[in-house]
């Protein structure tokens, strides 16, 4: 079975907001390829979504990821779906980021 993968508007938020870090420390190019690694890698949950951590303790159904040793991705996996909820770089503090269950 395959299963969707939708982006938040925050995931998406992140990614822009972790090309310009990059493209501005280490150019454009640098930028580009990695913001494509980790969206190749996030495609990947399509066929594979029981990926990661479950950290029902911060939020009901949260699954987190590491990619590369500085991005952790945070997802929930639902019936046929995957939703990237955020994406965190350098160590992001993920309890303050994704502690409300509202979001």
Excluded: C, N, Q
């Excluded at 911060?58 to 996996?77: D, K, M, T």
């Excluded at 939703?83 to 994704?98: S, V």
Aim: neutral net charge; charged residues 35%.
């Amino acid at each position: 079975m395959k299963y969707h993968v939708f982006f938040s508007p925050e995931a998406k938020a992140d990614l822009i907001e972790l090309y310009d870090y990059i493209a501005e420390h280490s150019g454009e190019d640098r930028a580009l390829a990695y913001i494509e690694r980790i969206e190749d890698w996030i495609m990947r949950l399509e066929s594979f979504p029981k990926r990661g951590t479950r950290r029902d303790d911060i939020r009901p159904g949260l699954r987190v990821a590491g990619f590369e040793r500085r991005v952790s991705i945070a997802f929930r996996l639902e019936a046929e779906s995957v939703t990237i909820l955020r994406i965190l770089y350098a160590g992001r503090d993920l309890d303050k980021t994704l502690g409300d269950p509202k979001t």
